[in-house]
């Protein structure tokens, strides 16, 4: 008899994780969060030192639970930046090493996104730090610039959210660039983590963006869109992001224009079958309604949808725990909280699903 691995809980559990005004940050803003291989969480987010404005003086900062979410350590600066800007962080394990990588972009002090144009090629670079012990402790940051930004790209973002791994050990961080019509693309490594590389870019008006791998071996990003359908916008590739289908759009994840989540949940060759995780301000106007959704055939649809929080609910991450419920890390209160939630399959699905494994 196949046994049940999901926990039950009634309803969410709420938890504020960074607070805006404490430890010396004005406000907290782009969450992030990932299960390492050893079952720790760790959540990040950028520490906006002066206002809540992009690209103001940041640092990337950290918190870590090691019991699912239920308390959280004191918090730690991940990368010190200031007065420069670290943004958009985009974390990813590799399970063949336990090593957790974080990817993030590094804006020059003074600057903003609409601003950047014209300052130069150099205006913004990529950057990536390491940990081998559950992101107790960082690597001297890396600049990788060189080989995964265009010569002529002046504004560059990764995620945010998280990378991926895929079947065949390639590391994967979704990113976007601002210089030719706002385009999606990936960055990849195959050497965990020693060098990173670029792919191909999808079509314009995309921009904030998350990578799944598919069942099948394709990649599907889901991206923010400004094509003007408030509603997600999707690519898929057969050649590991060296190239994008046309975007199509996906009328049932609506938006306001904001960023959202995606995430593999089970797949069919561990688990009982194949299920993907979205999450967004479902609200075409406002960033209210934080609603996850559950696909059961590889994104094409969308078959469960349940509100997590009706009132304001920005940007968020999602996660899957270790003993296969989930959290999901994100903004609210005007802002002023980032927030980590955890819930079941149970309580995403009123009990119809639960997860077994083969």
């Not at 309803?11 to 430890?23: R, S």
């Not at 050497?191 to 099948?216: C, F, I, N, R």
């Amino acid at each position: 008899m196949k046994a049940k691995e999901t926990t039950t809980i009634l309803d969410p559990i709420h938890t504020d994780v960074f607070l805006g005004g404490e430890e010396g940050y004005h406000t907290y803003r782009i969450p992030s969060v990932i299960t390492t291989l050893n079952g720790t969480l760790l959540a990040f987010c950028e520490g906006r030192r002066e206002s809540g404005r992009d690209q103001s003086p940041t640092d990337m900062m950290l918190r870590r639970s090691l019991d699912g979410g239920v308390t959280w350590e004191l918090m730690q600066t991940a990368v010190a930046a200031v007065p420069d800007a670290a943004m958009d962080p985009c974390p990813v394990v590799d399970r063949t090493t336990g090593t957790v990588w974080l990817i993030y972009d590094r804006w020059p002090e003074g600057y903003r996104g609409e601003e950047i144009a014209g300052v130069g090629p150099d205006a913004v670079s990529c950057w990536g730090t390491h940990s081998t012990d559950d992101g107790a402790t960082w690597s001297e940051p890396v600049n990788i610039t060189a080989t995964t930004k265009k010569p002529y790209w002046t504004g560059f973002a990764h995620g945010p959210g998280v990378g991926i791994q895929t079947q065949s050990g390639r590391l994967i961080v979704s990113c976007n660039q601002y210089e030719d019509g706002h385009r999606c693309l990936i960055i990849y490594s195959d050497d965990h983590g020693k060098t990173w590389q670029m792919g191909g870019e999808t079509g314009p008006a995309v921009d904030e963006s998350q990578v799944v791998e598919l069942a099948d071996g394709r990649l599907m990003l889901n991206m923010r869109s400004t094509r003007g359908k408030r509603c997600r916008a999707i690519a898929t590739s057969t050649d590991g992001g060296q190239t994008w289908s046309d975007i199509r759009d996906d009328p049932t994840l609506i938006e306001p224009v904001c960023q959202g989540s995606f995430l593999r949940y089970t797949l069919a060759s561990e688990h009982d079958r194949n299920r993907l995780l979205f999450c967004n301000p479902a609200n075409q106007t406002s960033r209210v309604n934080g609603t996850v959704r559950l696909s059961y055939d590889e994104g094409q649809t969308w078959a469960i949808a349940k509100t997590l929080v009706p009132d304001e609910f920005m940007y968020s991450c999602l996660t899957v725990l270790p003993d296969l419920s989930l959290g999901c890390l994100y903004e609210t209160d005007g802002y002023r909280i980032i927030r980590f939630a955890r819930f079941t399959l149970d309580w995403l699905t009123d009990g119809a699903d639960g997860i077994e494994r083969k």
